[in-house]
């Protein structure tokens, strides 16, 4: 569906009411868990290859690259980063990827993590 409305001229820089962009609601919470990665890597694709803009900040500030880095997998982080993402985007009070990335690294980590590994 996507591919066919890309191909009939729709506009990927278009953004809803809280300015999010097809990209950001890729990555967004609900909206990533009904699809799998497989096609939400094909879906992310399409939009870059359509020109979606990679470092655009929603009105919470929030970029797509920071959204990826809470609900999507390694492998498209770095597809993204790989395309010209910045890792330290934000605006305001957000935090950028690479500080998201850091503290869901935080929560996961086991509990007996040597002290030493944060010096």
Known sequence: MTQKLLTLGADVHVTNIRGS?????LFKGELS???HAEKNDAILGLLLDSGAELNRLNYLG???LSL???YASYKTVKRMIDAGADVNLTKGSTNSAL???FMIALTTLP???????FR
Do not use: W
């Open 33 to 35: 868990k009904h699809c």
């Open 21 to 25: 962009t097809a990209l950001h609601l």
């Open 99 to 101: 500080l998201v990335s």
């Open 111 to 117: 509990h007996h993590t040597p002290p030493y590994i």
């Open 62 to 64: 929030e970029s797509p």
């Open 68 to 70: 990826a880095a809470k």
